[in-house]
């Protein structure tokens, strides 16, 4: 693999950019047979994939994906990075990616233009001040950097906002500084650049169709391009994850629904913060080229559509227009969906499967972009070893033993 460094650039700028080799070469034809297979080229897919070989030197890997490398919600998402969860098991497994993506840059070598720039959720009924004051506290114990805000200081963050509103005037804020957000592309792309110097082979375009077993253990994939056999499996398909588990023989506690999000013409600086305001559903960040991104709730029925529709596109902005007047007169740009994978706790699932050998990542429902570096460091190890501190709490029996871990008001919006 070339380096990327200021002086490989100054090099190929004098050869017109005609020497970089390709960043990742996926084979056309598979291989018969890989130690790990992994189904989803998404964030979680490719992170558990780099992990594998990075922590445990399994590099004998395939990764499976039936469009294109990052098309499924990863290229889809608004890109906020945080921690601020309630429950002990999620609060670890999200500053644990939080964390990570800190350095991720220079680990894969591959610039992902992590921006610490500062998350705040807005307070705007009593209600949630006491959530909010509640998740604060759980935080300081479990070692997540969170305040609760007071309105002043939220204006003097985002001087855009009304404080004012005269049906959800701004209580506070829970402020997380080191919070933020990745250019989502770049996350997928530098996995996979990774995942193929390491022998890795990355298949687009490529479907998995079938899942086969012997004696109740997994011993193979079909795919569109033909059988592959595989020592151990990984599902890692967010909104289709019922699909391949159907595939394997098991059923899941999930419910897919599209979920939104639009962003506005380019305008000039005005907001350098991520604002979530969760009571009305919309939450609102500038991008680097000036668009606000901005993001909704979920379709409030199950479907499998990977694109936007026009109420939403006026829902999502009317919630926002009192706290953010100024986006009564943008003009909005584009809009897009993508398939969310929901759990009845709004926590994830990392967990081994009724078919051995087989593992599933999912549930990671309108809130797993943040925690695509944690989510594979964790799967690997489950992957690897057969258990992972991360994961313990988030297995598939929880839901048969009444385990919730339950993040309804953490993930109470999308994001
Ligand atoms: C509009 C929107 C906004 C969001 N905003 C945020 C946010 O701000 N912050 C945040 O943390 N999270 C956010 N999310 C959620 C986040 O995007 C997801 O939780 C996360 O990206 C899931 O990553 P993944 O790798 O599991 O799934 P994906 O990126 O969806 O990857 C799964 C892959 O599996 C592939 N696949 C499916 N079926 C098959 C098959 N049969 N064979 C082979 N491949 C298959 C798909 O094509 C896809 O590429 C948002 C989501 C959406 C839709």
């Known amino acids: 693999m070339t380096r990327y460094s200021a002086f ?6 004098f050869r017109q950019h005609r020497g970089w080799p390709r960043a990742w070469a996926g084979p056309d034809t598979p291989r018969d047979r890989y130690d790990v297979v992994i189904v989803g080229a998404g964030g979680h897919g490719l992170a558990t994939a780099y992990y594998l070989g990075k922590r445990f030197g399994i590099t004998n890997v395939a990764i499976i994906e039936k469009g294109w490398l990052g098309g499924g ?3 889809r998402n608004t890109t906020i990075i945080r921690s601020n969860y309630l429950q002990d098991p999620s609060a670890a497994l999200y500053e644990k990616s939080r964390a ?7 680990e894969l070598n591959y610039n992902i233009m992590f921006s610490p720039r500062g998350v705040m959720m807005l307070a705007q009924t009593e ?5 909010y004051l509640r998740t604060e506290r759980a935080n300081a114990l479990q070692g997540v950097d969170t305040r609760f805000i007071p309105p002043a ?4 963050l985002v001087p855009i906002i009304n404080i004012h509103g005269p049906r959800y005037p701004v209580l506070g804020a829970l402020w997380q500084e ?3 957000t990745a250019r989502h592309d770049a996350v997928a792309w530098g996995f996979a650049r990774a995942c193929a110097a ?5 298949i687009e375009q490529c479907a998995v169709t079938g899942v086969e077993s012997d004696g109740g253990k997994v011993v193979a994939v079909n795919t569109q391009k033909g059988r592959i056999a595989c020592g151990k499996l990984g599902i890692v398909v967010a909104g289709h994850s019922g699909h391949l588990a159907e595939m394997a023989g098991f059923r899941l506690p999930v419910e897919s629904v599209a979920l939104q999000a639009l962003v506005s013409e380019p305008i000039k600086p005005c907001m350098d913060v991520v604002v979530m305001a969760n009571t009305v559903h919309g939450y609102l960040s500038q991008s680097d080229k000036g668009e606000m991104v901005i993001g909704g709730g979920a379709d409030g029925f199950n479907n499998y559509t990977q694109r936007g529709s026009w109420h939403h596109v006026e829902e999502t902005v009317r919630a926002l227009v009192e706290t953010f007047p100024m986006l ?3 003009k909005m740009l584009r809009q897009w969906g993508g398939i969310v994978d929901m759990t009845g706790d709004r926590s994830p699932i990392l967990s081994k499967t009724p078919l051995e050998g087989c593992f599933i990542n999912c549930g990671w429902g309108t809130g797993g972009f943040k925690a695509t570096p944690g989510s594979g460091w964790a799967m690997a190890e489950l992957m690897a070893r057969g258990h992972s501190p991360l994961t313990d709490a988030f297995t598939l029996d929880r839901f048969r033993e009444g385990r919730f871990i339950d993040e309804s008001v953490a993930a109470g919006v999308a994001h």
Not at 198 to 202: A, K, L, N, T
């Open 178 to 180: 080191r919070a933020g």
């Open 8 to 13: 490989a650039i100054a090099r190929e700028a």
């Open 328 to 330: 009564s007169r943008l």
């Open 73 to 75: 919600n990863t290229g």
């Open 127 to 131: 209600h949630e001040k006491r959530g």
């Open 153 to 156: 200081e939220v204006k003097r």
């Open 100 to 106: 990570l993506y800190e350095t991720l840059s220079q």
């Open 198 to 202: 390491m022998g890795m082979d990355v």
